[in-house]
């Protein structure tokens, strides 16, 4: 089964897979954010509280991603 390539930029101080801000990932047909975090390591305790944009909009975990995503990676803040 063919791959599909997708654009990853990381924000804020969430840990880079590959050292790098940006970089184009790989990933199953019909991906989901949280299976792209899986696969790029994040612990399962911190997948929660990770957020995704993609293209340009904020996405559920569940949300299937296809080839040509872009998708961007943040923490949630909290504060008061």
């Known amino acids: 089964m063919k791959g599909m390539k997708i654009k990853v930029k990381v924000m804020g101080t969430l840990i ?3 050292g790098a801000d940006e970089f184009d990932y790989d990933c199953p047909p019909a991906a989901t954010v949280r299976q792209l975090l ?4 994040y612990e399962p305790r911190h997948i929660p509280h990770i957020m995704a944009c993609v293209n340009g909009e904020l996405r559920h975990q ?6 040509g995503d872009s998708v ?6 909290g504060g008061g």
């Open 38 to 41: 899986g696969a790029l390591k």
């Open 16 to 18: 880079r897979p590959f």
């Open 62 to 67: 569940d949300h299937a991603l296809k080839a």
């Open 72 to 77: 961007v990676l943040s923490v949630t803040v």
